[in-house]
Every structure is written in C-alpha cells, then in structure tokens.
C-alpha cells in the first residue's frame, strides 16, 4: 500500500469531519472510493492518533465538539481553487455574501506558507471573470434573508413583479432554498397563494420579510425537488449539424441542455436533454436551420415550420417580399 496516499485521504478525511457537524461512512465511501473497510480502518486510525471521533448510531461521524487543528497543508490545485472562488465571490450580487466570505477566506489564507501566500498573488493575475451580474436588480442581503429563513423555518413575505404584471403581487412563502440558473438567481418555496411549491426569480422580489410564524408543513430538501422536476421535465433531443459549421453552436448549446456529441467526417450529431421548453429550443435552432436538421423527436420539426410559416407570413403581410 501506498503510505503517502493513505496519510492523505485520512488527512482529508479528518478536515472533512472538521467541517460538517456529522458524516456518513456512506457519504466517506463515495467521496474517496473506497471499501467500508478502509473507511472504518482509517477513523480508526485517526482515534489512535488522538483525533476525538464520536460515532452517532443511524447518524454518522462526527469530531467532538471543541476540537479543532488549523489545516496548514494546501495543495496547489486548493489554492488554485480557493482563488478562483474569490474571483467569482467578488462578483457576487449579494454584499452579505460576499463580505462575509471575504472574512472566512482572510482566516484560511492566515495558515498559509509564505510560498503559499506568494503563489496566490501570482495566481490571482491569471483569470478574470466579467461581471454578468446586475445587482442593482437584487435587493441587498435577499440571499443571506431567504437561507436564514429556510433556516429558521419562518414563513416569509416577498412582493413579487410578474413578467406580465405591472404592479407586484404579495405572497407568504416557506422558502425551501435557491438555486443559479441560466444567468439568474431563484428561490423554490412553498406558495400559500398557490398552494403548491413554485421559483421566483430574485431580481422580480421587490420585497422581502420574515414573519414570525412558522413552516405549516415539512419540506424534502431542495435537490430532491431539482433532481425530480429536472428529470421528469427534460426532452432529449438529437441534431445533426454539417460539420464545417457545428463550432457556430457551441456558444449556447449548453444553456439547452448539451450532453455529448459524436463527430464524424461530414456531420456531428449532437445531443441534448433540454429542461427548457421546447419552443425556446426550436426558436433557438432556427438560426441554424440551413446547416442542420431535427432527428429526434420528430414532432419538434412540425413546431419549426409553424413558426417559420408564421414568421413568412408576417413578412408578406407587410409586403417585404412577393
């Protein structure tokens, strides 16, 4: 057995206890991929060298409370990452957030090396993100308000703008999380309006409070939700593009849903699992449709004509063309 491999997996291993109130050997298996056994040989391991392991029966692994060691070991690869973190936290729309992870990474970077501290600054030169965001959308501090209300498990009160209304509507929500989609922030909660679970964009929340009363029902985790509506609502989708001009899809391809791809000499097939809706593909797909085609499914190629006819007929209609 590799020894320097085994020190540090039970080096990870032992950071990771540290950083959640409890683990399963479960989650431990899947994260190093490994046996059960190695995993139950290694927190042993870690208790002969003194490391307090409490074992919570149906829970998981904890380390007792109070115990802590700086982590004064980073890989280059977690400072790269740490560092690229930054780069998008300072981009971040939320002054909360952003603030206050600021101040968490000012303490992890305190236990760094001097070379360490050196390469950061080196690294930081090395990638720039543009700012997409738009954060005089947002109102300050909705993330940290809407987590701390799924937290406390408090209904909270959001005024809510409609694409289609022109005044916003009031609504009591029990916040389940958010979640960052296609260039925009969201919130899954329960609707008492509705009576049923709906997303609201932030940027339409126009205000947002917290009442005092609590959740009235409750709530599955938000992956549950995401990982269900995502699989129940996606639409695979094949295309056949020529090849010469297949790189002028590319740019969006992933907000639809790209999967994978196969290339051959002339055409390159290329698949999708769209969770948008299917006429935001195919309006999208018109701007190719002279260099590609619809395989499957083939009814999306029946939406394609109704629109172009559509699209032909206003045109005529004004007499652009005869």
């Known amino acids: 057995m590799d020894i320097t491999k085994r020190f540090d997996r039970i080096l990870q291993l032992f950071f990771l206890l540290q950083s959640k109130s409890v683990v399963t050997a479960e989650e431990l298996q899947k994260r190093f991929e490994i046996s059960l056994r190695t995993i139950y040989r290694d927190l042993k391991a870690l208790e002969m060298a003194g490391i307090p392991i409490v074992n919570e029966p149906g829970s998981g692994y904890s380390i ?5 060691l700086q982590p004064s070991r980073f ?12 780069k998008v936290m300072q981009k971040h729309e939320t002054e909360f ?5 600021d ?23 090395t990638v720039h993100l543009k700012n997409d965001f738009k954060s005089n959308d947002y109102l300050p501090n909705i993330i940290d308000v809407l987590l701390n209300s799924t937290l406390k498990k408090k209904i909270t009160r959001i005024d809510y703008l409609k694409s289609s209304d022109v005044y916003p509507v009031g609504r009591s929500v029990e916040p389940i999380g958010i979640f960052y989609e296609h260039g925009f922030w969201y919130l899954l909660a329960y609707c008492h309006l509705r009576k049923d679970y709906r997303n609201f964009r932030l940027d339409r929340i126009k205000k947002v409070s917290v009442l005092e009363e609590n959740f009235t029902i409750s709530h599955p985790p938000i992956h549950e939700f995401r990982d269900k509506g995502l ?7 094949e ?3 020529d090849r010469k001009y297949a790189h002028y899809l590319y740019w969006d391809r992933q907000i639809f849903g790209f999967r994978e791809e196969e290339i051959s000499d002339d055409f390159v097939l290329m698949y999708f699992d769209c969770s948008l809706s299917i006429v935001s593909f195919v309006r999208w ?3 190719f449709v002279d260099v590609a085609e619809i395989i499957e499914p083939a009814h999306l190629n029946h939406e394609l004509v109704e629109i172009m006819e559509s699209g032909l007929k206003r045109i005529k209609n004004k007499g652009a063309i005869s």
């Open 103 to 125: 101040a968490a990474l000012i303490k992890i970077k305190s236990s760094f090396q001097v070379h360490q501290k050196k390469d950061f600054l080196h690294l930081e030169d």
């Open 75 to 86: 890989s280059q690869e977690e400072i790269l990452s740490l560092m690229v973190a930054e």
């Open 97 to 101: 957030v952003k603030k206050h992870f």
């Open 285 to 287: 797909f018109i701007k």
């Open 64 to 68: 007792m409370e109070g115990f802590r």
């Open 231 to 237: 699989s129940e609502n996606k639409t695979k989708i």
């Open 239 to 241: 295309l056949r593009v």
